[in-house]
């Protein structure tokens, strides 16, 4: 008999993730900011996205007049 080939071999690999349980005692940070931390995630407010997307020449009105 023959086995079938597919999903055999290459390696799996898998995100690594944090568990946050709490905030951080010694310098005050609450549990989300930790968990955004660790994540690599960065918050920006939407004004400066605002501006980025200005930098970038996208139209930030749509519609036509």
Partial sequence: MSKSR??????????????VLSGCELCGKSKKEV?????GKKEISHEELLE???????PLVLGSK
């Fill in 6 to 19: 597919f999903g055999a071999g290459g390696p799996r690999y898998t995100k690594e993730r944090f568990e």
């Fill in 35 to 39: 968990q955004t931390a660790l994540e």
């Fill in 52 to 58: 980025r997307l200005k930098k970038r020449g996208l």
